[in-house]
């Protein structure tokens, strides 16, 4: 990169510009003058120990900055107890409707942006949903009841 820095280096790359293809080919197919130093290529081993240790550190950075966020923002105190979002839907593409768990009592909230609205009050209930479909232990039978399904409706 030293080269690039010269003085001359403006005039050569004029000549360099002005000099017709064949001419770039002799010079390429020369043989180096003995008291020329030799090019020194970097080897494949150090380039990859560089990029490898440079990946490294920006994904311990990434984990650091992540651990770092969630003790920051982690409710503390007795306040960390006292409410639980126990669900949450999109019913826009900003607003959601959430339920949130506040001692003994529910609260159903219109979330938006800028406005948070209490929609309704329930007593606490189990949060047991029951699930209407079938539990599905491994694939094959779900592909087998995936295949089914698309027989039936043709």
Do not use: C
Request: proline letters at 8%; a positive charge.
């Amino acid at each position: 990169m030293k080269a690039l820095h010269h003085p001359n280096t403006a005039s050569l790359l004029t000549l360099l510009a002005l000099m017709p293809f064949h001419a770039y080919a002799q010079i390429a197919t020369q043989a180096p003058s003995p008291g020329t130093p030799p090019i020194a290529t970097p080897s494949f081993g150090s380039s990859f120990l560089q990029v490898g240790f440079g990946l490294v550190v920006v994904i311990a950075f990434l984990i650091a900055a992540l651990w770092l966020l969630k003790r920051l923002t982690a409710p503390r105190g007795a306040v960390a107890g006292l409410m639980r979002v126990i669900a949450g839907t999109a019913v826009g593409p900003r607003e959601r409707v959430v339920l949130l768990e506040v001692g003994d009592t529910w609260l159903v909230l219109g979330v938006a942006p800028g406005q948070v609205t209490t929609l309704h009050q329930l007593p606490k209930q189990n949060t047991a949903v029951e699930s209407t479909t079938p539990v599905v232990k491994d694939f094959s039978t779900w592909l087998k009841q995936m295949m089914e399904r698309k027989n039936a409706k043709q």
